[in-house]
């Protein structure tokens, strides 16, 4: 069993949550997967990915805008709840009615 690091699947796992914490521009994702982001900082799901409501925020607002229908309710939920952003109803009720 060899210690180098391209072979050790832990390292592996951390530099590929590496590379998605370092993405600014995820146009070319499935808005599936860019909710399922958002997912992972709201709960701090995954190795070396810590909770971050507002990072969280910002890739459901993306899944949203690129037309997912549960990144348009997380959104939603987001303002009325305060996760990520300030607690605003009329956002909320003007995500919620889209």
């Known amino acids: 069993m060899s210690n180098n690091k391209e ?4 390292d592996k796992m951390i ?7 370092q993405l600014d521009f995820i146009g070319d994702q499935k808005s ?5 982001l958002g997912y992972r900082y ?3 799901i995954g ?7 507002h990072k969280a925020f910002m890739y459901y607002l993306k ?3 690129a037309g997912c ?5 997380k959104v939603a939920i987001c303002y009325k709840y ?3 952003v300030e607690n605003n109803e009329e956002k909320f009720r003007d995500w919620i009615l889209k």
């Open 15 to 21: 530099q590929l949550t590496n590379s998605f914490n």
């Open 82 to 84: 305060g996760v990520g």
């Open 47 to 53: 190795i070396g990915v810590e909770l971050d409501k």
């Open 42 to 44: 709201e709960h701090g």
């Open 63 to 65: 899944s949203a805008e």
């Open 69 to 73: 229908s549960m990144g348009i309710f």
């Open 32 to 36: 599936e997967e860019i909710l399922w």
């Open 7 to 10: 072979n050790n699947p832990h």
